[in-house]
């Protein structure tokens, strides 16, 4: 079992910067695969970027080049810095845990870009 809390979402305009974070209840070490994920109004669920305990990043053809995927083991913290941000990113993002047999999500935080 692993609790996720998100923050540091808000309104900010096109070309802004905003850093999410999300705070483990247990250390990320032991997490295969931690990652962010985004839902717009109308949209599926998708994936913004992740990194595997091995050290692999992914990342969405959407955000590479503007988004940062990171993570600090002692505050058992992932971040996802958010640069560029352009209109088309206004969704909720999640916190994602996942392993072979397990996958938590966290409650979300809104993001709102204007144009």
């Known amino acids: 079992q692993v609790q996720l809390a998100e923050s540091g979402g808000g309104l900010v305009q096109a070309g802004g910067s905003l850093t999410l974070s999300c705070a483990a209840s247990?250390?990320?070490?032991?997490?295969?695969?931690m990652g962010w994920y985004r839902q717009a109004p109308g949209k599926e669920r998708e994936l913004v970027a992740l990194f595997t305990r091995a050290g692999s990043t992914n990342y969405a053809d959407s955000v590479k080049g503007r988004f940062t995927i990171s993570r600090d083991n002692a505050k058992n913290t992932v971040y996802l810095q958010m640069n560029s941000l352009e209109p088309e990113d206004t969704a909720v993002y999640y916190c994602n845990a996942a392993g072979g047999k397990y996958t938590y999500w966290g409650q979300g935080t809104q993001v709102t870009v204007s144009s």
């Open positions: 247990r250390p990320i070490v032991s997490i295969a695969a």
